[in-house]
C-alpha cells in the first residue's frame, strides 16, 4: 500500500463513524423570582439587552408556566420532570431524598446516559429552609449566597432571619445555635443600593465562575452540563447603583388590580406579608404606595443587573465558539406579584407567580415565537430528547413532555392544557388553558370543592372569578383533572 493511502486512511480513523458525531452540551440558566419582565417579552419598563440577546436566536414560549410558584418545589419539578401532586413534595424544607432516594434527576440523567460532565454553580437546588439541595446530582458544586448585604446600614441586628434560613442550613441544629448565641437576629433591608462592582454580589460571581467553566471547555471534547443558577431578582434586592440609575422610580406606576378577584375564596391568596414582611421597612410601609413603587423599581433594576451577568456569559458561549454546539435553556422559577392584587411575593395559584419565561435556543433552532403551553416539567424530556439522549424514566413519576417538535415548527401543539397547584388550607389544583384557569380547592379524595375560573380573554388581569356563571365551561375543564394520578399528600 503505497505511503499517501496509508496517511489518508489515518486520518480518516480519527474523524467520527456515523452516528458518533460531536454531543452537544448544555447550558441551564435558571433565575430565582423572575416572571417575564424582560424586553424580549414586550415589558418596557424592562432593560434586559443580555436577555434579550438569548430571544434574538431562540424560541421564546409565551405561555410556560411553574407546577408550584416557590422555590424548592419549582427546583425539584423541573430537575424530576414530575409534577408536586405526583411526588408530594411542596413544602421549602422538604428534601427530595427523603421521599426518592433513587431518583434520577436531570443532571444524574445526562451524566449516566451521555457521559456528560455535571456542574452547578450558584443557585441551582433550593438550598436553605431546611433543604439541603442534592449534591450528589452533580460531579462539581460551586455555591454562592442568596441573602447578602454590603452595606451595615442594611442590617438592624447582628444578623438577619432570611441570612440564618439560607446561609446557616448547612450547619446542623446545634451548630447554628452555638453559632448564633452572642448574636442578635433582626430584620435585613429590602432594598440595598451599593456602587460596586457587578461581581460584589454573588450573581457577578456566578457568571465569572460560569465563565470561567466555559473556557475551560473551549478545547476539550468532554460534552458538559452546566447549570447557572442567579439568585436576582429574589429578595433581598441587592443590586450595584448603576442598574437602579437605569430605573427613574418616576416611570413606574401601580396595578391596575388591588385587591383580591371579586368572589375568589378567602384563601386563594397567600397574606401580603409572609414573605417580604420579614425585611424592613416592609411591613410599616407596605400600604404606602410611593414604597410599593420603590419595590417595583428594585425588582426592575435586579433583573436589569442579572441580566448583564447572564449576558457576559453568553458573550463567552459566542467567543468560545462552543454555542455552536451547545443548547441554553433560560427559566425562571416562578413569577411574583408587583403589586397586583395588592401583593409582593408568589405563593399562589394567580397569573403573575406561575407564568415564567422560557427561552431555548441551539443548534436546529431557529428564533421564533410560540403559543404552546409548557411547562417546567417539559424541560427534562425536552433536554433529552434535543440531544438523542433516552427520554427519562424514572424511577420517580416522569410527567413532561418533549417540546422538540415546537421548536422546529412553532405552531405545532404537543398539549391543551399544563396543570399546577399550590397547597394551602385545601389543595388548589389548577388547570390553564389557552384561555382560562381554572382552580379546584379541596381535599383532592373528597366530592365537594370550591372553583376559580378567569377567563383571559376577557379578563387578563383577573378582576373577577367566573365559575358559579359558568358552570359549564367548569365542568367541560375539570375533566382534565381525570388525566392525572390523585395528588400525593404531603
Known amino acids: 500500500m503505497n505511503r499517501p493511502l496509508i496517511l489518508l486512511l489515518s486520518l480518516l480513523s480519527l474523524l467520527p463513524l456515523a452516528g458518533e458525531a460531536e454531543k452537544p452540551n448544555v447550558l441551564l440558566v435558571l433565575v430565582d423570582d423572575l416572571k417575564p419582565t424582560l424586553g424580549c417579552y ?40 414530575s409534577l408536586s401532586t405526583s411526588t408530594g413534595l411542596y413544602g421549602l424544607g422538604t428534601n427530595l431524598r427523603d421521599r426518592f432516594p433513587d431518583a434520577v434527576t436531570l443532571p444524574q440523567h445526562f451524566k449516566r446516559k451521555g457521559g456528560y460532565e455535571t456542574v452547578s454553580v ?11 439541595g442534592d449534591p450528589s446530582s452533580f460531579d462539581r458544586v460551586y455555591k454562592d449566597k442568596v441573602v447578602e448585604y454590603l452595606l451595615p446600614e442594611s442590617r438592624d441586628s447582628d444578623i438577619s432571619r432570611e441570612e440564618v434560613f439560607f446561609e446557616l442550613s448547612h450547619l446542623s441544629q446545634d451548630e447554628q445555635t452555638e453559632y448564633l448565641k452572642e448574636k442578635k437576629i433582626g430584620k435585613g433591608a429590602a432594598i440595598e443600593i451599593a456602587e460596586v462592582p457587578d461581581n460584589a454580589y ?135 406579584h408587583l403589586g397586583t392584587h395588592n401583593r409582593f411575593s408568589k405563593h399562589d395559584n394567580f397569573e403573575q407567580p406561575t407564568r415564567i419565561p422560557l427561552l431555548i435556543a441551539g443548534p436546529g433552532i431557529n428564533p421564533g415565537t410560540t403559543k404552546q403551553l409548557a411547562s417546567t416539567i417539559d424541560i427534562f424530556p425536552t433536554l433529552a430528547d434535543l440531544t438523542n439522549l433516552p427520554p427519562p424514566e424514572g424511577p420517580q413519576p416522569i410527567d413532561g413532555l418533549s417540546l422538540k417538535p415546537v421548536l ?83
Open 42 to 81: 414586550g415589558d418596557e419598563w424592562a432593560i434586559t439587552p443580555g436577555i434579550d440577546r438569548l430571544a434574538d436566536r431562540g424560541m421564546r414560549f409565551e405561555l410556560a408556566y411553574c407546577n408550584q410558584a416557590v422555590c424548592a418545589p419549582s427546583r425539584f419539578n423541573l430537575m424530576l420532570g
Open 122 to 132: 450558584g443557585k441551582v437546588f433550593h438550598v436553605g429552609h431546611g433543604n439541603l
Open 202 to 336: 454573588a450573581d457577578g460571581r456566578t457568571a465569572d465562575k460560569t465563565i470561567e467553566l466555559l473556557e475551560s471547555y473551549q478545547d476539550s471534547d468532554q460534552p458538559f452540563f452546566l447549570c447557572a443558577g442567579f439568585a436576582r431578582p429574589h429578595l433581598p434586592f441587592s443590586a450595584p447603583k448603576k442598574y437602579y440609575d437605569l430605573h427613574p422610580i418616576e416611570k413606574f406606576t401601580l396595578s391596575a388590580v388591588r385587591s383580591a378577584p371579586e368572589g375568589s375564596p378567602h384563601y386563594a391568596l397567600r397574606n401580603k406579608g409572609i414573605e417580604v414582611f420579614n425585611y424592613f421597612p416592609c411591613e410599616e410601609r407596605y400600604e404606602e404606595e410611593e414604597f410599593q413603587r420603590e419595590l417595583i423599581r428594585a425588582y426592575y433594576a435586579c433583573t436589569s443587573y442579572v441580566s448583564a451577568q447572564i449576558g457576559r456569559v453568553l458573550e463567552t458561549l459566542e467567543k468560545t465558539g462552543l454555542a455552536k454546539n451547545t443548547y441554553v435553556v433560560l427559566w425562571g422559577d416562578h413569577g411574583w
Open 408 to 490: 422546529h415548527k412553532p405552531d405545532l401543539r404537543v398539549r391543551d392544557h399544563i396543570t399546577h397547584c399550590f397547597p394551602k388550607q385545601k389543595l388548589g389544583w389548577a388547570i390553564r388553558t389557552e384561555r382560562y384557569r381554572l382552580v379546584r380547592w379541596g381535599n383532592p379524595k373528597g366530592e365537594s370543592f370550591d372553583y376559580e375560573l378567569y377567563d383571559y380573554q376577557k379578563d387578563p388581569i383577573e378582576k373577577i372569578n367566573i365559575a358559579d356563571q359558568h358552570p359549564h365551561i367548569v365542568a367541560e375543564i375539570a375533566k382534565k383533572f381525570s388525566l392525572y394520578p390523585s395528588p400525593v399528600g404531603p
